[in-house]
């Protein structure tokens, strides 16, 4: 089992930047790739970035692409999503989440969910 604990939601005013964190605990060395994705009020959760193991490929929803960046702490065991240039459509509920096989972009891909953070972007 892998637990992912994400922290660093909040408020910020559009323009903003905030910074995610995902803390795995657990056993960390069977995952493979790792994201994030997203629930809007009202929506399904959406994909918003993903990273492989070793970090060295990334993939973005197109919505956050220039603006959002994926990273990983293997040492750390520790997610990232940097965000700058935040828009009120980002508003939503993050949620971090493990594979155990490569990178995806769909939620049946990963195994391992956290229990989210909530980012609320204002004017």
């Known amino acids: 089992q892998v637990q992912l604990v994400e922290s660093g939601g909040g408020l910020v005013q559009t323009g903003g930047s905030l910074r995610l964190s995902c803390a795995a605990s657990?056993?960390?060395?069977?995952?493979?790739?790792m994201g994030w994705f997203r629930q809007a009020p009202g929506e399904e959760r959406t994909f918003v970035a993903a990273?492989?193991?070793?970090?060295?490929?990334?993939d973005y929803a197109d919505s956050v692409k220039g603006r959002f960046t994926i990273s990983r702490d293997n040492a750390k065991n520790t997610l990232y999503l940097q965000m700058n240039s935040l828009k009120l459509d980002d508003t939503a509920v993050y949620y971090c989440?493990?594979?155990?096989?490569?990178?995806?972009?769909?939620?049946?891909?990963?195994?391992?969910w956290g229990q989210g953070t909530r980012v609320t972007v204002s004017t």
């Open positions: 989440a493990a594979s155990r096989a490569g990178l995806g972009v769909w939620e049946r891909e990963y195994d391992y």
């Open positions: 990273i492989t193991w070793i970090g060295d490929r990334a």
């Open positions: 657990g056993r960390t060395f069977s995952t493979g790739a």
